[in-house]
C-alpha cells in the first residue's frame, strides 16, 4: 500500500468529516423557532431570553459559532448541554457504553446466522431449502427492525416473561445488563443478517463458479469439500467489506431501537434532545455518529485494499 494512496483516503476522510459538519450545522441552525424561546416558553421575560440567547451563543453570526463548535469538535470539546449542564462529552462517554456494545453484540449475532444460512443456501441451490432461505430474507430485508423489536418484546417480555422489556440496569448490576440487551440486540441484527446472508449465497455462488474450484471438483472433491476448503475464504471478502459498512449502520440504528427499549445510549440521547430542542447535543452527537460512520468505512476500506491489491490500482 503506497503512501500516496494512503494520503488520498486520508484526505477523502477528512473532506468527508468538513462537509458533514457544515451540513449538520446548517441543517440545525435552519429549523424554524428560536431555540431559547422554545427552552424557556412564550411568557419568559425579555431580559432572561436575551441573557439564554447569549450563553448559547444565537446572538453570534453562523460562522462565528460554526468556527467555534468545529474548533471545540477538534479540541475534543462538544460544548455544554442547555438541558442537562453537564459538558456534552460526558453524556457521549455514558451513553456509549450502551450504544457499542449493543452494536457489538447485535454484530456477532448477524455472523452467527448469516455466514451459515448463506452457506446453506449456496451449497443447495435451487432446492427447497435454498428457496425458504432467500424468501425468509427477502421478509427480513423488507420488515424495519422497529417490527421486529415490539414483536420480540410481545413474544419474550410480555407473553412468556422471559426477557425483560426495556431498561438498562447498568454495567454494575452484572448478567441483568446483559440479559436487556438480548432483545434489542436481535432486533438490530435480524435485518442485517437477511441482508449479510444474500450476500454470502451471491458471493459463494459466484465464487463456486471459477476455475479454480471446478479443477478442485474433478479431482475428486465433492461440492461440500470444494465449498469449505477453496470457495468460502475468497467469498469472505466482498462479505467483509459489507460487514464493516454493517457495523456503522448498526450504530444509526439505535436511534430507533433505543427508543422501544429505553436504552440510555446515543440514540435515545438524540431523540430527547431534539424534543427538548437542545441543539448542542443534537449537533455535537449527530457528528460523533457520523464521525464514526466514515471512520469504520475508512477503515474498511484500507482493510479491503490490503487483502485485494486491485482495488488500489482502481483508486
Known amino acids: 500500500m503506497s503512501l500516496l494512496w494512503l494520503a488520498r483516503r486520508g484526505l477523502g476522510l477528512c473532506l468527508a468529516l468538513l462537509a458533514a459538519s457544515v451540513i449538520i450545522f446548517v441543517l440545525m441552525d435552519l429549523l424554524p423557532g428560536d431555540p431559547a424561546e422554545i427552552m424557556l416558553g412564550t411568557s419568559a421575560r425579555p431580559d432572561t431570553l436575551a441573557a439564554l440567547r447569549a450563553e448559547m451563543g444565537l446572538d ?49 449475532l448477524t455472523l452467527i446466522i448469516a455466514l451459515p444460512l448463506g452457506a446453506w443456501a449456496a451449497a443447495r441451490r435451487n432446492s427447497t431449502t435454498d428457496t425458504a432461505i432467500v424468501a425468509i430474507t427477502q421478509l427480513g430485508v423488507a420488515i424495519p427492525n422497529f417490527w421486529f423489536a415490539m414483536m420480540l418484546v410481545l413474544l419474550f417480555a410480555i407473553s412468556w416473561r422471559w426477557l425483560p422489556s426495556g431498561g438498562f440496569p447498568g454495567w454494575d448490576a452484572g448478567p441483568r445488563a446483559a440479559l436487556a440487551l438480548i432483545l434489542p440486540a436481535i432486533a438490530l441484527a435480524l435485518p442485517q443478517a437477511a441482508i449479510l446472508t444474500r450476500v454470502m449465497r451471491s458471493s459463494l455462488l459466484e465464487t463456486l463458479s471459477e476455475d479454480y474450484v471446478r479443477t478442485a471438483r474433478a479431482k475428486g472433491l465433492t461440492r461440500g469439500e470444494a465449498l469449505r476448503r477453496h470457495a468460502f475464504r475468497n467469498a469472505l471478502i466482498p462479505v467483509l467489506t459489507i460487514l464493516g459498512l454493517q457495523f456503522s449502520f448498526l450504530i444509526a440504528g439505535t436511534v430507533v431501537i433505543e427508543n422501544v427499549f429505553s436504552l440510555p445510549g446515543l440514540g435515545r440521547l438524540i431523540f430527547q434532545a431534539i424534543n427538548q430542542r437542545d441543539l448542542v447535543v443534537v449537533r455535537s452527537v449527530v457528528m460523533v455518529l457520523i464521525a464514526f460512520i466514515i471512520t469504520v468505512n475508512f477503515v474498511v476500506d484500507i482493510a479491503y485494499a490490503l487483502v485485494d491489491p486491485r482495488l488500489r490500482g482502481r483508486g
Open 60 to 108: 453570534r453570526s453562523a460562522w462565528v459559532r460554526y468556527a467555534e463548535w468545529a474548533g471545540g469538535l477538534l479540541r475534543g470539546d462538544f460544548g455544554k448541554s442547555q438541558t442537562y449542564a453537564v459538558p456534552v462529552a460526558e453524556l457521549v462517554g455514558e451513553r456509549l457504553v450502551v450504544t457499542l456494545p449493543l452494536a457489538l453484540i447485535s454484530l456477532c
